[in-house]
């Protein structure tokens, strides 16, 4: 057997800074992508949400999994406002709820968390397969973790089939006619253009393979 994968506060933080690189370098493009289908606000929120967590974890990087957890979400529902804000607020405070007290998880509880931080986007913002919002590119993440964990695979190679169905997923969304958010508005017009949200929804997954597992 190998050794038990943990996923503790500093794997998180690795995670949640280099999301926060990402999302930074992909301003513009989530930035376009919105003023395609919504207010073009996107970019802007979601680095003004991350560079706030960067800066919480400078400060005050709490020493357990689940304590971090909570306070990204906390610092994303105060910071990254639109719809998006308490959806990701959401998701991470779900994540730290599954977490619990534990200083840190283990692959099959980091997957657990992703589920539950899945649960709670729905749970707000209701959205089904299909709709066209970040749910498209996170639910066939969690599910190909929870599969590739499920087979015996390391949480690096799991982590990267997730990455790899965010991306089918966020593709996926180009087609699609939107249902929430503003992008349902449109109606047949946000056809054709891909969800802000999915985008950013990918890049967060993308994140997770090369920065939580352990150097070995
Ligand atoms: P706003 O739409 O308020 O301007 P953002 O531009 O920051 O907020 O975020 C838009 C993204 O939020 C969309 O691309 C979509 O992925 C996501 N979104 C909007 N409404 C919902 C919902 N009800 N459920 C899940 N995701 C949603
Ligand atoms: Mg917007």
Do not use: C
Request: aromatic residues 4%; glycine residues 12%.
């Amino acid at each position: 057997m190998s050794v038990p994968e943990t996923v503790d506060a500093e794997a998180l933080a690795r995670w949640l800074r280099r999301f926060a690189e990402v999302v930074a370098a992909n301003r513009e493009l989530l930035t376009r992508l919105d003023a395609a289908i919504g207010d073009a606000d996107h970019g802007a929120n979601m680095d003004r949400g991350m560079a706030a967590v960067v800066t919480t974890l400078e400060a005050d990087a709490p020493a357990g999994a689940g304590a971090l957890l909570k306070q990204v979400g906390m610092t994303l529902v105060r910071t990254v406002g639109g719809a998006s804000g308490p959806l990701y607020g959401t998701f991470f405070l779900r994540m730290a709820t599954s977490a619990g007290d534990s200083g840190s998880l283990d692959a099959m509880g980091f997957a657990k968390a992703l589920r539950a931080g899945l649960e709670g986007v729905v749970a707000r913002g209701k959205a089904e397969a299909g709709d066209k919002t970040m749910f498209d590119a996170l639910a066939p993440a969690v599910d190909a973790l929870e599969s590739s964990l499920a087979r015996g695979a390391a949480l690096r190679t799991a982590l990267q089939m997730a990455a790899s169905a965010a991306a089918t997923g966020r593709d996926a969304t180009v087609p699609m006619l939107a249902r929430k958010g503003r992008a349902s508005y449109l109606g047949e017009r946000s056809v054709g253009h891909q969800d802000p949200g999915a985008t950013s929804a990918a890049l967060l997954i993308a994140s997770a393979g090369t920065t939580i597992p352990e150097e070995r």
